[in-house]
């Protein structure tokens, strides 16, 4: 029997010993891009030209036969596609042998690139809070210096900002709307009326419909204690709890005492649903209006046609002051591999993707919000675009994000929705309140 | 108390029949839902709080099968990609495990005890813990992403899961064996003329459980085929149906989808069924 037990063993020791193999495998090519990158980044410096869009073709630098593959979410895939034609044409110079594009949905980019880098796409796109899983995993290789300072120029500030880490930039800054607003049937719910929370809730109300907010999400709920002052502001020292501003505890608890109320006073009007359901409710005369996302917005204009309206987040009455609705916003981003082995031509498709023309047509065939400032300036009158950016105005970056932060924030929700919660309690919100802060710090 | 018997026995039966009754009710409530949802017709919306359909339309099914408005999801070819790993899985993991249980049970050979013992001890492990380490050592063999890689790794394991079907063979007589054996039958014949043959209901369950792992498999095969979505097998498939990306436009279809992975494993069930019922008692030693 022992016998057998180490022939298993060494069995297992090869095989392990073998899997490693291809790891190390894939590490000793990283190195060699990285100074590929470095090779790319010298060139810039030396006065290689950049335009908004285009590189200058000499920053492939002996880059040939150049095999790339790209990720995209599935509605994005046709028009990166688009893109990426536009790209090869344009470098005709240079030989591509292939520019792959497949679907990869964004909300699991991060975990499916850490998986296996090696497998993963080298241009891919990912949201902000991935990043620092990203980061940590060592997955993303920073943008080539050359290109820093002209993507600083070109971009809005926040998004760049919080892509830095010490001096050096990871990721392309994308689009500056990953963000929920309010989307409403402006038959049903007027302009005005979309200015207080309140003011919506009483539409609907009239009209005998719903108003749709996911309140058991912590993605959506975290807006009821932003609200209240109690920002999150990155992690504390040691990477990984959530620090919050300093925020005054009786405000929170009174705001959050103000979200339960109206709750309360418009019980089968405001309904906690999944958000996909609000497009569905608009199309069958359920829904009258809805926290929904940027992602959503082509599905609710559909719906909706030219009853469609949208705005920033309301305000809501707490005490004598009407509070506006502070929100979770992100950014995306597309990443290049560190791992890939054409790192220039990587860099470069990257720089372009999310150039000033490239961020145009996504705003204008699927209704990004471009981070990019021209390419803001030519769509900015898209009433979704103006509602997303109002709101980014009152909100916080969704970067540095504990885990612990979605569910305890869907917690605190979902318990202010529950039907026995008694709003006026203000022991029990505060108690509610101090749970959830604990859960979230992980005390 | 209650004298009289027939009381009695209606009141218990009563209880008893409420208890299965409900029990009943929340076994199957969640297959009439995915069936009357799938024929939902009110828009795309995931669950909107209402038990039943106010509209009935089987457009779902043909959405599901024509694929419009993604670039990715491609049913009818995961279906497709399913059907086939399955057949092959099933046809070489059904053999191997017989074959494996044949043997335990039939011969006997020096590390008989010993490799029984092994294959019990490695099925204890879960198979979760291995994943990774398959999905490396495909890699190096170049079979990541591919469906060769998933017949493989679901039929060459196959023959550990051995112990159900030996427990079938050792209540075949050996009278049989040594009566075929005198006849001058080999080992070989003998396993398939004579042992096959009267354990019609082993190899059925043998042959569906074989043929509905790769349907129902889900992380191995998402391990296996990562952004590969043209080889993904109906499992993986649905489930990116409803991903963040695609929820709001793919319930319904993801519905329909779950319905029609059903189909293939009734089939075959209803197919081999009546073996069930032969067996063991259609032969047999007698006197």
Redesign the interface.
Known sequence: ?KK?LAI?LAGMVT??A??G???SGGGSTASGSESAASGSESKADGGATIDANWPDASMFGDETDIDLKV?A???A??LVKKQVEEFKKHYSEVKFKNIEV???????AAT?MI??PE???DVFGFPSDQLDKLLAAQVLSPVAKGFVSTIEANNAEKPVVAAKEGDSLYAYPETNDNGYYLVYDNTVVTADDAKTFEGVLEACKKAGKQFVMDAGNGFYSCTFAFTGGALIDGFEADGATQKFVDYNEDTVVKTLMAFAKLMKTYKGTFTS??V??I???F??G?VAAGVDGT??SN?NKD?LGDKFGAAKLPTIKVGNEDKQLISLFGYKYIGVNARTKFQRSAQILAYYLTGQDCQTQRAETLGWGPSNTKAMEAVSSDPIIQAVSAQSQNAVPQVKIAGTFWTSMGTLGSEMYKDGWNPDDEAATKSLWEKVVAQIRDE | MIKSYKLRRHISNALIYLILGVMCIIWIAPFVYLLLHSLRADGAAVSNGELLPEWYTFQNYIDLFSGTGSSTLNFPKWFLNTFIVACFSCVISTISVLAVSYSFSRLRFGMRKKLMNIAMILGMFPGFMTMIAMYYLLKIMGLDGNLIALVLCYSCGAGLGFQISKGFFDTIPRALDEAATIDGATKNQIFWKIILPMSKPIVVYTVLTAFIGPWTDFILAKIIMGDIQENYTVAIGLQLMIDLDHKTTWFQEFLAGSVVVAVPITLLFLKMQKYYVGGVTAGGVKG
Do not use: H, L, Y
């Open positions: 029997m057998v298993i095989a392990t073998f899997a193999c291809g790891g990720w979410p599935d509605a895939v046709e497949r679907a990869q949905g964004e909300s699991d499916n998986k296996d497998k993963g796409a649903q999944d996909a359901n497009s569905a409710g199309k069958n359920k992602w959503d599905g719906a």
